[in-house]
């Protein structure tokens, strides 16, 4: 992630109205700053030094520091600190194109004064634009003119002079002052909110450090090898994972510190966040409400623990989250969220079992469904020797029996939004329900192929009929664990194609190699490693196929592996030696879609929930927005009419708990229906 994303990231996070108000303890005028020229600072060079040789000796790519590396090396870091093209113009690019095929010479030398260079020229951009934004905003806008903001600007080319930026910011400023008088904001408040927002970037501006200039330069150089390889400078190195005493124990998100962004670092499994489903890993935090009528409160520049004394409260109560999902990119448009708050523990992030009667004409079918949030081990108790020592395989081996005590008819494992964890579990709980065998094999960066072995005995714990949920946030060792089950043939993979992540990266501290303790140096997470299936072929970018595919909101292009820049490329190795168990034929498999089919046809929550995604996807296709005020109103009527009608389309009322469960989660629903559909099949 680069650390630089600023301004050009506030062309869209201010695109919506909150307030500004922090207290009286932050001052927004900037009073006797100055801008310091930023120099490397004594370590860098031999920092710089340490990655070229780490990437080259152990990244699993082993590409070496070319001509064409170099070129993307340059092209990242511009687009890193202007991704939206609003600061930069086409001059200073011609300016600076004869370092184009110099910098995987000059990187490994430690010359890196073409990344300051360029940094200073972007930065005296920056400020420039902002006085601009403060004349702006002394006149209100004409909001009766028709005029249209291009806020997607991949394809557009950079400004030529002041003149052609003023007008693009023109129109970006026109457009945040448009969303608060949609929010009933009158023009002075408009104008002293979006003067206070800029203030506080134009203090940002001016507190970027030397360690900020060379971590963006660096990622725009690991990240050319993989969107999974980067530098953290000491500081971020502290924040990557902040402490458990800093974690929003009230939604279970644990956070990060990326500049004057907020980020979730990671999902904790079993939490209000995580039952959301709509709070993901890398997404922005920018703004904070209490309860249901509390005001907006923009966190954007806040320290993080200041953020996450407002997302903190009382179990029970009510918090409201705007956010930036990282799925969406650059072009993201705030979501709102809202949650309830909730007490984390243990047996929240823990697998949980439930068994659901579905009738097929006159038969009621029994079906277990276990929801797996990560794959968990508790390594502190299994080091001290405990013998009941927690874990997924260990608990889902309890909750089965459970089930099979209650008459169970068949089993679901819900694997949605279970974005990994401990590798071990994934081959230990496959072995559950597959003999002795390889579940999965890894590529070293040495070329070195280790095959991860089913070690049970051969015991087979559940026989009986198998089916597997996912969606596109299922990831890593649900993706091996589910390949596992359809590569042996033993359950049906049921949901959307997978997040496609076949790596292994491990964190690497530079000082490991530059041994001198009065420099504080920083860290390298890099990829060292990619999994592959039984089967030979990798995870990578392509995840796991279902063999029912349910329509899905995110496209390979837009959300997974696949849309990362960079990102390794799908291939194959030799297949392990394995003996598929063959429960699973090909003629159950068209009998289920041919079920699927039909039941699209006619069950109203799959046909609503089709029609929502139609309609997200129609929105996240947006390119541009009007700034006439009549045209946002009906614009906005309309798609609330759109969501009305979806939503009452096919509505019933029913008091029965499952049927009301099952209503809102049309997926849950459709699986289960072809899992008791692979019991009258005769399956197990």
């Given at each position: 992630m680069n650390k630089l994303l600023l301004i050009a990231g506030f062309v869209l996070l201010t695109s919506f109205g909150v307030s500004t108000e922090y207290g009286d303890d932050i001052q927004f005028l900037i009073e006797g700053d100055t801008l310091k020229t930023?120099?490397?600072?004594?370590?860098?060079?031999?920092?710089?030094?340490?990655?070229?040789?780490?990437?080259?000796?152990?990244?699993?790519r082993k590409l070496p520091l070319s001509d064409s590396i170099s070129s993307v090396i340059f092209d990242t870091y511009f687009e890193s600190l202007d991704p939206n093209k609003a600061y930069f113009y086409a001059s200073d690019l011609e300016a600076f194109e004869k370092y184009r095929y110099e910098l995987d010479d000059q990187i490994p030398e430690g010359e890196l004064q073409f990344a300051y260079d360029v940094f200073d020229v972007y930065r005296k951009r920056a400020l420039s634009q902002i006085d601009h934004v403060f004349e702006l905003l002394q006149t209100e806008f004409d909001f009766s003119k028709d005029e249209t903001y291009v806020f997607d600007r991949d394809d557009v080319e950079w400004p030529k002079n002041q003149a052609e930026q003023n007008e693009v910011w023109r129109k970006i400023i026109k457009n945040q002052a448009?969303?608060?008088?949609?929010?009933?904001?009158?023009?002075?408040?408009?104008?002293?909110?979006?003067?206070?927002?800029?203030?506080?970037i134009q203090k940002a501006i001016y507190q970027y450090n030397s360690e900020d200039v060379f971590q963006s330069y660096m990622n725009a150089y690991t990240n050319s090898y993989d969107p999974h390889t980067d530098y953290f400078s000491p500081p971020d190195a502290e924040n990557f994972q902040i402490d458990m005493s800093l974690s929003l124990e009230g939604i279970g998100a644990r956070l990060m510190q990326n500049l004057d962004y907020t980020q979730v670092a990671e999902i904790i499994p079993g939490g209000p966040a995580y039952k959301s489903k709509q709070l993901q890993k890398d997404d922005k935090i920018i703004g904070v409400a209490q309860g249901d009528d509390g005001e907006f409160l923009?966190?954007?520049?806040?320290?993080?623990?200041?953020?996450?004394?407002?997302?903190?409260?009382?179990?029970?109560?009510?918090?409201?989250?705007q956010i930036l999902k990282a799925s969406e990119g650059i072009?993201?448009?705030?979501?709102?969220?809202?949650?309830?708050?909730?007490?984390?523990?243990?047996?929240?992030?823990?697998?949980?079992?439930?068994?659901?009667?579905?009738?097929?004409?006159?038969?009621?079918?029994?079906?277990?469904?276990?929801?797996?949030?990560?794959?968990?081990?508790?390594?502190?108790?299994?080091?001290?020797?405990?013998?009941?020592?927690?874990?997924?395989?260990?608990?889902?081996?309890?909750?089965?029996?459970?089930?099979?005590?209650?008459?169970?008819?068949?089993?679901?494992?819900?694997?949605?939004?279970?974005?990994?964890?401990?590798?071990?579990?994934?081959?230990e709980m496959s072995g559950l329900f597959i003999p002795d065998g390889p579940v999965v094999?890894?590529?070293?960066?040495?070329?070195?192929?280790?095959k991860m072995d089913d070690e049970d005995g051969g015991e087979v714990f559940y026989d009986g009929?198998?089916?597997?949920?996912?969606?596109?946030?299922?990831?890593?060792?649900?993706?091996?664990?589910?390949?596992?089950i359809?590569?042996?043939?033993?359950?049906v993979i049921i949901g959307e194609s997978t997040f496609g992540k076949g790596t292994v990266q491990n964190v690497i501290d530079l000082s490991r190699y530059i041994r001198n303790p009065e420099l504080n140096l920083g860290q390298i997470k890099m990829t060292l490693a990619k999994f592959y299936r039984v089967t030979g072929s990798s995870n990578q970018r392509v995840g796991i196929a279902p063999d029912v595919q349910f329509p899905s909101i995110y496209d390979a292009d837009n959300?997974?592996?696949a849309s990362r820049e960079n990102a390794l490329p799908w291939d194959e190795i030799a297949s392990a030696k394995y003996s598929p168990t063959n429960t699973i034929s090909e003629e159950l498999l068209d009998y289920l879609n041919e079920l699927y089919r039909e039941d699209l046809n006619k069950d109203p929550d799959l046909q609503k929930l089709v029609r929502d995604i139609e309609r997200a996807k129609e929105n996240r296709n947006r390119k541009s927005v009007s700034l006439n005020l009549e045209t946002r109103k009906a614009n906005t009527n309309n798609d609330e009419d759109d969501l009305a009608t979806a939503v009452d389309d096919g509505e019933v009322v029913d008091k029965d708990e499952i049927d009301e469960k099952l209503k809102k989660d049309p997926y849950l629903k459709e699986s289960l229906k072809l899992l008791a559909a692979m019991k009258k099949f005769k399956v197990g």
């Amino acid at each position: 992630m680069n650390k630089l994303l600023l301004i050009a990231g506030f062309v869209l996070l201010t695109s919506f109205g909150v307030s500004t108000e922090y207290g009286d303890d932050i001052q927004f005028l900037i009073e006797g700053d100055t801008l310091k020229t930023l120099e490397p600072k004594e370590e860098h060079p031999s920092e710089a030094y340490v990655i070229t040789n780490l990437l080259k000796r152990i990244h699993y790519r082993k590409l070496p520091l070319s001509d064409s590396i170099s070129s993307v090396i340059f092209d990242t870091y511009f687009e890193s600190l202007d991704p939206n093209k609003a600061y930069f113009y086409a001059s200073d690019l011609e300016a600076f194109e004869k370092y184009r095929y110099e910098l995987d010479d000059q990187i490994p030398e430690g010359e890196l004064q073409f990344a300051y260079d360029v940094f200073d020229v972007y930065r005296k951009r920056a400020l420039s634009q902002i006085d601009h934004v403060f004349e702006l905003l002394q006149t209100e806008f004409d909001f009766s003119k028709d005029e249209t903001y291009v806020f997607d600007r991949d394809d557009v080319e950079w400004p030529k002079n002041q003149a052609e930026q003023n007008e693009v910011w023109r129109k970006i400023i026109k457009n945040q002052a448009l969303s608060y008088k949609l929010a009933g904001r009158e023009w002075d408040d408009i104008s002293e909110s979006l003067t206070k927002r800029y203030q506080r970037i134009q203090k940002a501006i001016y507190q970027y450090n030397s360690e900020d200039v060379f971590q963006s330069y660096m990622n725009a150089y690991t990240n050319s090898y993989d969107p999974h390889t980067d530098y953290f400078s000491p500081p971020d190195a502290e924040n990557f994972q902040i402490d458990m005493s800093l974690s929003l124990e009230g939604i279970g998100a644990r956070l990060m510190q990326n500049l004057d962004y907020t980020q979730v670092a990671e999902i904790i499994p079993g939490g209000p966040a995580y039952k959301s489903k709509q709070l993901q890993k890398d997404d922005k935090i920018i703004g904070v409400a209490q309860g249901d009528d509390g005001e907006f409160l923009d966190v954007i520049g806040w320290r993080l623990d200041d953020v996450v004394s407002k997302i903190r409260g009382a179990k029970g109560s009510v918090v409201r989250l705007q956010i930036l999902k990282a799925s969406e990119g650059i072009n993201a448009l705030p979501d709102t969220l809202r949650l309830v708050r909730d007490k984390i523990n243990l047996e929240q992030q823990a697998a949980k079992s439930e068994m659901i009667p579905i009738t097929e004409g006159n038969t009621t079918y029994n079906l277990g469904v276990i929801t797996v949030p990560s794959f968990y081990l508790n390594f502190e108790e299994l080091r001290a020797g405990k013998e009941d020592y927690r874990s997924t395989t260990r608990d889902v081996k309890k909750l089965i029996t459970e089930l099979e005590g209650q008459g169970m008819d068949g089993l679901l494992i819900d694997l949605r939004f279970n974005g990994g964890g401990s590798l071990q579990e994934a081959i230990e709980m496959s072995g559950l329900f597959i003999p002795d065998g390889p579940v999965v094999q890894v590529r070293n960066y040495d070329q070195s192929v280790d095959k991860m072995d089913d070690e049970d005995g051969g015991e087979v714990f559940y026989d009986g009929p198998l089916a597997v949920l996912v969606n596109r946030g299922s990831a890593s060792a649900s993706e091996i664990f589910s390949g596992a089950i359809q590569d042996y043939r033993r359950g049906v993979i049921i949901g959307e194609s997978t997040f496609g992540k076949g790596t292994v990266q491990n964190v690497i501290d530079l000082s490991r190699y530059i041994r001198n303790p009065e420099l504080n140096l920083g860290q390298i997470k890099m990829t060292l490693a990619k999994f592959y299936r039984v089967t030979g072929s990798s995870n990578q970018r392509v995840g796991i196929a279902p063999d029912v595919q349910f329509p899905s909101i995110y496209d390979a292009d837009n959300f997974g592996e696949a849309s990362r820049e960079n990102a390794l490329p799908w291939d194959e190795i030799a297949s392990a030696k394995y003996s598929p168990t063959n429960t699973i034929s090909e003629e159950l498999l068209d009998y289920l879609n041919e079920l699927y089919r039909e039941d699209l046809n006619k069950d109203p929550d799959l046909q609503k929930l089709v029609r929502d995604i139609e309609r997200a996807k129609e929105n996240r296709n947006r390119k541009s927005v009007s700034l006439n005020l009549e045209t946002r109103k009906a614009n906005t009527n309309n798609d609330e009419d759109d969501l009305a009608t979806a939503v009452d389309d096919g509505e019933v009322v029913d008091k029965d708990e499952i049927d009301e469960k099952l209503k809102k989660d049309p997926y849950l629903k459709e699986s289960l229906k072809l899992l008791a559909a692979m019991k009258k099949f005769k399956v197990g």
